[in-house]
């Protein structure tokens, strides 16, 4: 027999025996103590013969289970003897256990191209990697990831949101089911303007944990062309108990294995963390494990504010970013429209509002500076801190100083504070498209939909009131 004709497609192990009329295939690959196994399938490519032979769960390194595999084979080719297949199986089991063992890709650092800025699909979304996003149910987070994605593949501003690259989307949905999906998201297509559910988003009713559905779904990716992946969510996509570490690194190196498109996964919170403010007496987290946090390059807090009719205001709070620095709070508003073509609107509200109420002490401070001087009891009534701690606060901020003026009497003396001088909070972004590495297309223009008085001027401004 001939040597075989080798090829790869994602984590699918391909060898043609050309002179067997035989195709076997090894497909997700498992390794356990050291041991290798996999599913392999067997194919007639005979121009006269094709379909499938055999398929089944194999032990690659084990020579029991080769050698149960070579009689499958082998009682199905009549014209191949079982010796054949031996040494066929033998070599096609070495090289795809070869193949699975060298995939991590060895690169020297002083080669690797260099990227300019921090690499953003949206603001606080870093491109290639992975987002999580947490909060407590009927919050909006799912609609969220629905309008990014939605952004994404029109390559359109939606909601106040604008994304940096163009291309198709995969939802991995573990709560719903397709045709509830595409309800919703036709309802949010109503609310932002469009008249049906664009091409370009794939949708998966996801049943198995995500960590063994890794090869099926790079092979997806390579097949889409998808750039943008939106996980909901983490906790019914676990091989284990939500606290388990080894199952949160498991879902979380899973996420990672599907780049170089972005991902973005919705969670959940603890039930002690989704009591009010006043109440609530431990930080608001992610639930489960603490590696959903560690390993998420980005990670989000939504939080529902105020709830009237049919509208809901919410607000967005960056936990977590490993280059650059956290977004101020994001001021969003839900609205939905009932009726005969049911529509949800999801806009950005100002965000004054959210940096006063769910910012740091410094980002309070500045936003209740940004009109003009304040007085020591202004700024205690409109950022909620009282006189100690903001004279501590201040201290510590070299862009705030005190000046003293007369009061309006004429007779005494008022401390004010003000900002130095006017500045951007954050950094600004670079939406250029260099050494990507996807296959989207970039997206240009302002950043600001058509009657969207909140929306930003340019991407600079977005990324000072982001």
């Known amino acids: 027999m001939s040597a075989p004709t080798f090829t790869r497609e994602g984590d699918e192990y391909h060898f043609d025996f050309e002179d067997a009329g035989v195709r076997l295939t090894i497909e997700r690959i498992d390794e356990s103590d050291g041991r290798l196994s996999g599913h392999v399938w067997a194919r007639s490519i005979h121009p006269d013969r094709q379909g499938l032979l055999y398929w089944g769960w194999h032990g690659l390194d084990s020579p029991r289970s080769r050698a149960d595999l070579a009689k499958e084979i082998a009682a199905r080719t009549p014209a191949v003897s079982l010796e054949a297949w031996r ?136 097949r889409t062309g998808a750039v943008f992946v939106f996980l909901d969510s983490i906790v019914a996509a676990l091989s284990g108990a939500a606290k388990d570490d080894d199952a949160a690194k498991a879902l ?17 919170i603890t039930k002690e963390a989704a009591l009010p403010d006043g109440i609530r007496k431990v930080p608001a987290t992610a639930f489960g494990s603490r590696f959903f946090h560690a390993y998420s390059r980005s990670q989000f807090q939504m939080e529902k504010t105020d709830e009237h009719d049919d509208t809901v205001n919410l607000v967005l709070l960056h936990k977590k970013i490993n280059r650059g620095r956290k977004l101020t709070p994001i001021g969003l508003e839900l609205t939905f429209q009932e009726g005969e073509h049911p529509a949800i609107v999801f806009r950005r509200t100002s965000p004054a509002a959210a940096v006063l109420t769910h910012g740091t002490n410094p980002e309070r401070i500045r936003e209740a500076l940004r009109r003009g001087e304040v007085d020591t009891k202004k700024l205690e009534e409109v950022t909620g801190l009282p006189a100690k701690t903001l004279s501590t606060t201040i201290g510590r901020m070299p862009d705030v100083e005190r000046v003293n003026r007369m009061d309006g009497s004429g007779r005494g003396i008022v401390a004010v504070y003000r900002l130095k001088e006017v500045q951007h909070v954050g950094h600004t972004l670079d939406f250029s498209r260099r050494n990507v590495g996807l296959s989207g297309s970039p997206v240009n223009g302002t950043g600001r939909e058509a009657g969207d008085d909140t929306g930003p001027e340019s991407f600079e401004e977005q990324e000072a009131v982001f």
């Open 252 to 268: 979380m190196n899973g996420l990672r294995a599907l780049g170089p498109a972005t991902r973005l996964a919705a969670t959940h």
């Open 87 to 222: 040494d066929m199986v033998l070599l096609a089991c070495i090289e795809a256990g070869k193949a699975y063992r060298g995939a991590t890709e060895h690169v020297e650092l002083a080669d690797v191209p260099r990227r300019v800025g921090l690499r953003l699909l949206f603001p606080g979304i870093p491109l290639g990697e992975t987002t999580t996003i947490f909060a407590d149910g009927e919050t909006g987070k799912s609609t969220l990831g629905r309008l990014l994605a939605l952004a994404v593949v029109t390559g359109n501003p939606m909601g106040g949101f604008t994304p940096s690259l163009q291309g198709p989307v995969m939802f991995l949905d573990y709560e719903t089911n397709r045709f509830e999906y595409a309800e919703d998201m036709l309802a949010l297509c109503r609310g932002m303007g469009l008249s049906e559910i664009p091409r370009g988003l794939h949708y998966y009713e996801m049943q198995r944990p995500l960590a063994h559905e890794i090869p099926f779904l790079r092979a997806e990716l390579d």
